[in-house]
């Protein structure tokens, strides 16, 4: 196409010759690192910047550090749970705990750490015995952390109390003066005590009255032994989702809720994920498509408020996913690699895969792709958009907790356009209805305990109760609930 | 196997299964449905109010034409008048083509239509001759940056001319979702924040502008198009194949296959973004060299022929700016000459 070199009437201005390209520079500057200039580099990262192994390590640490502390959020001598998937940036997170909790590091961390994992062979559909080896290798990880750790199945989804889906008024966030006093405290306390502060069962200063202790707690906690018809139960209620999309999103759900059960029963305030740069900008995307753009600072930013009591915090949020697998190569991170729900599907399978696919592909041609989309996401609110009637106590989504996001009175939406074409699919003669009304299977035993409903339940009864719940849901949630097969009126534990 | 009836007059039978929710429909009803639901957007977000001169942005493709034709079907229940208003980007070899198919529908609707040409607009500089100054330093060339902003002015002057009150745009729901999945993969926080409604109240002496369109999706529309017979041009810019938009479409395309409700769910994300205060467009106040609305000192669309008459196109796009402050034009690369410059 119309490229230089064509000829035209005028002729084409000549440009200012162009600076000399940072790659010449850069080839040169190849033989050191780019920091100290004296070691040999072992790995390129960003835009093409080389490290040696040494300065690549305290860069690794120092924004670890510098996430944690930018934010004051984590209080010394908070109890925190590390969710730990057995993946590599979680592991990485675990370690840099593990490394920043050691005596010997130039600011050790000040917070008691517990780590928890969670075995979803059921939803993936493994058999017992490869789940039991990995549990077997993850025990062993686990154990040489020295930390308090707890294995949970998710499985003991269904025990969960009706509890869980309450949305728990929110404490007072506490102001930047009260970190400031805490963490001088802390430090007094610890230099009146002496050599406090071991490493592996750090003891707890007594002097901290705002944060509550719980009961002397086992060091470890392996899962309980569920039950077979547990294990069927959940497989058929994953078997029962009709796409893969529903699948991850439902799966993410019950992790979220058993991961903060685990926290609220021994007692941490705070769980850390470790949710990379590039996983967060994935994310990101994928919610934008799900029809999450309004909670997508709860989704994606360091802080996760929404369940009131326990906060979720991603410390990992700036490690770009190649410098956690190199740093995780370089330093022999143990790892333990468990097939998830979407190991070898398609691309096509579901929004998921298919947002990851386009990322990494962009990002391939355009480097700066998911730092760009990383930076976005950063200045979005956590609140509804300005302008918005925002009424400070609107109910909340029964599945993901956040505010409702649709409004039925404005028609002039997204929303309005599907619920008007909805109302009119319902009003089509009752021929209609029943042709589409498909055979409906009994839903698992587990699912609807405390509700009793679906067993025995007419149809029609079940609708209702079906329109009940899609109710109380934000737009996202019922988009999913669509994909769910039919007789799943809702979550175990829904409490009306 | 014979189709079913249509679920609306269970008359006829189907002749398709609406993409949103796949109803059967017959071709009069789900024309019927279609222009009902626009109709409802229309007056439930109050864009258009009686009495108003409404200005149709016609570029002879099928968003325009099923615009023109669906608010002429509506304009004596809303009580406006047309206007169509064609844009001349200068581009040969594609524009002339759909300005001929925009005539014919002129012709055929007995509305008035007005042309306006970026060549008599802005001294001269037709988008084939920005895609030649642009072209050759190695990156891409932005054309659609450049046509973008110089459209929506031409628009606005046309608009002027025939003393609309309103432009109406054909923005269907897919353009929606893949303008936000573009801003977020540039980072535009600024536009981030301007967009998701269902147009713009018209500040500051611009004219309000709305897309009733934007919660049909470009499926419907084009089968709206093919059920009314009606006549559009179909071929795509000859330089969309550049533009940054093309990965968002693909996206798009492939994400509809995967999650037919995708389109709908991106137009809602877009609605509901919430985005810190500091990431706002700056308060609109009026441009120094035309008076157009701008939010700086001068209007993006001055500044991109400032920077094109200086012989430094990239002057206004993304790092380019810090030429900004420099001194007046020097003799850089001219435009051809052409017909004297209109005061605006």
New interface residues.
């Given amino acids: 196409?119309?490229?230089?070199g064509e000829d035209?009437?005028?002729p084409?201005?000549k440009?200012p010759p162009?600076p000399p390209r940072p790659g010449h520079e850069q080839q040169k500057c190849m033989k050191w690192c780019v920091k100290c200039k004296k070691g040999a580099p072992v790995l390129v990262i960003r835009a093409g910047d080389a490290f040696c192994r040494d300065c690549f390590k305290a860069y690794y640490v120092h924004k670890f550090r510098a996430v944690l502390g930018k934010n004051r959020l984590i209080f010394p001598g908070e109890k925190v749970l590390l969710a730990w998937s057995g993946g590599p940036s979680s592991s990485s997170m675990l370690w840099q705990v593990l490394e920043g909790l050691s005596r010997e590091s130039a600011k050790q961390l000040r917070f008691v750490p517990g780590v928890v994992y969670v075995d979803e062979g059921a939803a993936c559909g493994r058999n017992p015995e490869d789940r039991a080896e990995t549990l077997a290798e993850v025990q062993s990880i686990l154990r040489s952390t020295g930390l308090p750790w707890h294995g949970v199945a998710l499985e003991e989804v269904f025990g969960l109390p009706q509890s869980v889906l309450r949305h728990f008024s929110q404490e007072p966030a506490m102001g930047d003066g009260a970190y400031k006093e805490a963490v001088d405290g802390f430090i007094q306390q610890q230099q009146g005590l002496g050599t406090e502060g071991a490493r592996d069962s750090p003891s707890l200063s007594p002097g901290l009255e705002q944060l509550s202790w719980p009961s002397p707690h086992n060091p470890q906690s392996p899962a309980r032994p569920h039950t077979a018809a547990e294990t069927e139960a959940l497989s058929r209620l994953f078997n029962s989702v009709r796409?893969l999309?529903a699948k991850e999103e439902l799966l993410q759900t019950l992790r979220t809720h058993l991961i903060l059960h685990v926290a609220r029963t021994h007692g941490y305030s705070k769980v850390m994920t470790g949710d990379s740069c590039t996983r967060l900008a994935i994310k990101?995307?994928t919610?934008?498509?799900?029809?999450?753009?309004?909670f997508?600072?709860w989704d994606t930013g360091f802080a996760d408020e929404r369940h009131g009591d326990v906060v979720v915090v991603r410390p990992m949020r700036e490690h770009m996913l190649k410098e956690v697998a190199f740093y995780n190569h370089l330093f022999a991170i143990p790892t333990v690699l468990t097939p998830a729900i979407d190991t070898k599907a398609p691309?096509?399978?579901?929004?998921h895969r298919?947002?990851e696919a386009?990322v990494l592909q962009?990002q391939a041609q355009f480097p700066s792709?998911v730092s760009?989309?990383y930076?976005?996401s950063e200045?979005?609110?956590?609140?509804?958009?300005?302008g918005r009637a925002a009424s400070p106590s609107r109910p909340c989504c029964l599945l993901c907790l956040c505010m409702l996001?649709v409004d039925s009175a404005?028609?002039?939406?997204?929303?309005?356009?599907?619920s008007?074409?909805?109302l009119?699919?319902r009003q089509?003669?009752a021929l209609?209805t029943q042709a589409k009304e498909p055979t409906v299977p009994c839903c698992s035993p587990g699912l609807c305990e405390d509700r009793g409903c679906c067993r025995g339940a007419r149809p029609s009864e079940r609708e209702d109760l079906q329109a009940c719940v899609i109710e109380q849901l934000c737009?996202?949630c019922r988009?999913n609930m669509k994909d769910l097969g039919p007789g799943h009126a809702g979550d175990p534990g829904v409490s009306d | 196997m014979p189709a079913p009836p249509c679920?609306s007059c269970?008359a006829a039978r189907a002749a398709l299964r609406?993409p949103?929710?796949g109803?059967a429909l017959c071709g009069a009803c789900f024309c019927a449905?279609f222009e009902a639901?626009v109709l409802?957007?229309v007056l439930?977000?109050r864009l258009l109010p009686p009495g108003a001169v409404v200005a149709v942005g016609a570029s002879g493709g099928k968003d325009s034409t099923v615009l023109a034709h669906v608010l002429r079907e509506l304009a004596p229940r809303l009580g406006v008048s047309l206007r169509l208003v064609a844009v001349d980007e200068g581009i040969g070899g594609y524009r002339d083509a759909a300005l001929a198919a925009v005539r014919r529908q002129a012709a055929r609707w007995e509305l008035p239509l007005t042309v306006v040409a970026y060549a008599d607009l802005f001294g001269g500089w037709t988008m084939?001759a920005v895609?030649?100054?642009t072209?050759?330093?190695?990156r891409s060339r932005a054309c659609c940056t450049f046509c973008g902003v110089l459209r929506r002015r031409a628009l606005e002057e046309g608009a002027r001319l025939v003393g609309a009150t309103h432009i109406v745009t054909g923005h269907n729901?897919d353009d929606m979702a893949e303008t936000?999945?573009m801003n977020?993969?540039?980072?535009d926080?600024g536009r981030?924040a301007r967009g998701?409604g269902?147009g713009s109240p018209g500040e500051g002496g611009a004219l309000p502008r709305c897309r009733p369109l934007q919660?049909a999706s470009q499926k419907e529309v084009v089968l709206y198009a093919h059920f009314r017979r009606l006549d559009y041009f179909s071929e795509e810019c000859?330089y969309a194949p550049e533009a940054f938009r093309g990965?968002a479409r693909d996206?798009l395309k492939?994400?509809e296959?995967?999650?037919p409700?995708?389109v709908?769910?991106?137009?809602?994300?877009?609605?509901?973004?919430?985005?810190?205060?500091?990431?706002?467009p700056a308060r609109p106040r009026a441009c120094t060299c035309c008076r157009a609305l701008a939010s700086r000192p001068l209007c993006q669309a001055c500044t991109l022929l400032d920077g094109l008459d200086r012989?430094?196109p990239r002057l206004a796009i993304g790092k380019g700016r810090r030429g900004l402050d420099e001194e007046a034009p020097r003799a850089?690369?001219q435009p051809?000459p052409s017909a004297a410059l209109p005061a605006f």
């Fill in positions: 196409m119309c490229q230089v035209y009437r005028e084409v201005p440009d162009p796409t999309t990101l995307l919610n934008l498509a799900l029809g999450r753009g309004a997508l600072a691309e096509k399978a579901s929004i298919l947002m386009f962009l792709t760009t989309v930076r976005t200045k979005l609110v956590k609140a509804p958009r300005a996001d404005d028609s002039a939406t997204a929303f309005g356009a599907q008007t074409t909805a009119s699919l089509a003669p209609q737009y996202s988009v | 679920a269970h609406r949103r929710s109803q449905a639901e409802h957007t439930a977000g084939d895609a030649r100054s072209a050759g330093s190695g729901a936000v999945l977020f993969l540039r980072g926080t981030l998701g269902l919660l000859v990965h996206l492939r994400l296959v995967v999650r409700s995708v709908l769910d991106l137009v809602h994300s877009a609605e509901r973004l919430a985005l810190a205060p500091a990431a706002q012989g430094r850089g690369a051809p």
